[in-house]
C-alpha cells in the first residue's frame, strides 16, 4: 500500500517562507504528475502547483512569483517552496502523484500564515 507522507506545514507571519515536502512510501517509479492542492477554510479545494515528469511546471495565478514547486524522481518526493506567504495561504496542503494507471493523496499538512 503506497502512503505519500507530508511533512513542512505550521504557523508562520506573513511574508515568511515555508517548504512542504511529499515522499511516497515505499518509493514508487513512474509518477507522470506531481502537484500540490489546498483547502481553505469555507472553500473548495484549488490546485497550487504541479510539475511533470519532464520537469515543466504550472502554477495559479495566486502564487506565481512566490511559490516553487519541484521534485526528486529519484527519492519519490516533491517540494513546495512557499515564499512571501500571505494570510490567504491559510489552507490544508495536500500533495498528489498521478500515474498512468494510479493517483494517490497525501493526509494534508495544515499552514497558517498569521497577519
Known amino acids: 500500500q503506497v502512503r505519500l507522507v507530508e511533512s513542512g506545514g505550521g504557523l508562520v507571519q506573513t511574508g515568511g517562507s515555508l517548504r512542504l515536502s511529499c515522499a511516497a512510501s515505499p518509493m514508487i517509479v513512474g509518477i507522470t504528475i506531481m502537484g500540490w492542492y489546498r483547502r481553505a477554510p469555507g472553500k473548495q479545494r484549488e490546485l497550487v502547483a504541479l510539475i511533470t515528469s519532464s520537469g515543466t511546471t504550472n502554477y495559479a495565478d495566486s502564487v506565481k512569483g512566490r511559490f516553487t514547486i519541484s521534485r526528486d524522481n529519484a527519492k519519490s518526493t516533491v517540494y513546495l517552496q512557499m515564499n512571501s506567504l500571505k494570510p490567504e495561504d491559510t489552507a490544508v496542503y495536500y500533495c498528489?502523484?498521478?500515474?498512468?494507471?494510479?493517483?494517490?493523496w497525501g493526509q494534508g499538512t495544515q499552514v497558517t500564515v498569521s497577519s
Open positions: 498528489n502523484f498521478n500515474l498512468i494507471r494510479n493517483d494517490y
